[in-house]
């Protein structure tokens, strides 16, 4: 009898626990980022000012803030809204009290998306992109509502990729980031010519042990030879995760056929969702943020 009804109490407590989750994740959702575009003059980047979105934190400004680069996806659902990872983020950081801004690379050059051309083969590099990273950046740093001091950099594969080499190679006069994390990017080139990559902030990298499309094996090489020099760059991996282990709307493992890059070229590339390494990594990208630009 007793059993019984502690039973039933532990069930109507999970359930409003459920509830009370769902509720709080609608509240979340939706929320409408400051469309802004973002003026290239001076710095290597795009010839037309960039689309960025900026979620606001609340609260007394100025705040810190993170810079956001997507991957060869671009930034947006098939929808024209932002994407369901830049959008979730975006939110995340700002209710954590950072001012997010999601730089949009590849409007301006009329570039949909880069997933499927061979890395070869394509009409943006990586390297082309690090003068957006510090154009949104200087813009940042324009407004009063920001610490311009304390901004960081978050790159997604492409975009990781870039944050790798946007961590070495600031322009010329240009103020620096404070602190950078790049998910599941591209390291065999950078692990290559690992005696060039000399970060001057500190540097995170998180990646899945499984990754098949940007492969964690070069990356963990890479910080072992730049931590190995005392520079500050460290990485932090998953088990059993895959690429895209982030993206909230990613319900099942599959192979994308359409990729033609990976660590097997014309055999496709696996994505599948880890809800608890996505959570996990919102820990560390907190932690590790709120360390250096707090």
């Known amino acids: 009898m007793f059993s019984s009804a502690q039973a039933l109490i ?4 999970k359930a409003f626990l459920l509830l009370l989750m769902s509720l709080c994740d609608q509240a ?13 003059a001076g710095i290597l980047s795009s010839p037309t000012p960039l689309k960025a979105y900026l979620f606001e934190p609340e609260g007394k400004a100025p705040h810190p803030a ?16 932002l994407n369901a990872r830049h959008q979730m983020w975006g ?21 949909k998306e880069l997933c499927t051309t061979r890395i070869k083969d394509r009409s943006l590099k990586e ?21 311009a001091k304390a901004v960081g950099l978050l790159g997604w594969s492409h975009g990781g990729g870039v944050t790798l080499d946007a961590m070495t190679r600031p322009p010329n006069g240009v103020r620096q980031f404070k602190a950078a994390v ?3 990017p591209g390291c065999t080139a950078c692990q290559r010519k690992a005696d060039r990559l000399h970060p001057y902030a500190p540097l995170l990298i998180l990646i899945g042990d499984n990754d098949d499309w940007t492969p964690a094996a070069p990356c963990k090489a890479l910080v072992a030879t730049v931590a190995a020099r005392h520079e500050p760059m460290q990485i932090i991996t998953f088990a059993d995760t895959f690429h895209d282990f982030d993206n909230p709307v990613l ?3 599959r192979v994308r056929t359409d990729v033609p ?6 055999s496709g590339v696996t994505v599948a969702p880890n809800p608890e390494a996505r959570e996990a990594a919102k820990g560390h990208v907190l932690r590790f943020f709120s360390e250096h630009l707090k």
């Open 10 to 13: 532990q069930h109507w407590q």
């Open 28 to 40: 979340a959702t939706g929320t409408t980022p400051l469309s802004i575009d973002i003026p290239t």
């Open 66 to 81: 993170v810079i956001m680069l997507h991957g060869c996806g671009g930034a947006y659902a098939r929808s024209g809204e």
């Open 91 to 111: 939110e995340y950081l700002a209710s954590q009290g950072f001012a997010a801004l999601m730089l949009d690379s590849f409007s301006s050059r009329g570039v």
């Open 127 to 147: 390297a082309d992109r690090v003068g957006d990273a510090y154009a949104a950046l200087a813009y940042l740093q324009t407004r009063d509502d920001i610490q």
């Open 182 to 184: 790049s998910f599941y």
């Open 251 to 253: 319900k099942t493992k």
């Open 261 to 266: 890059n990976g660590v097997n070229p014309g």
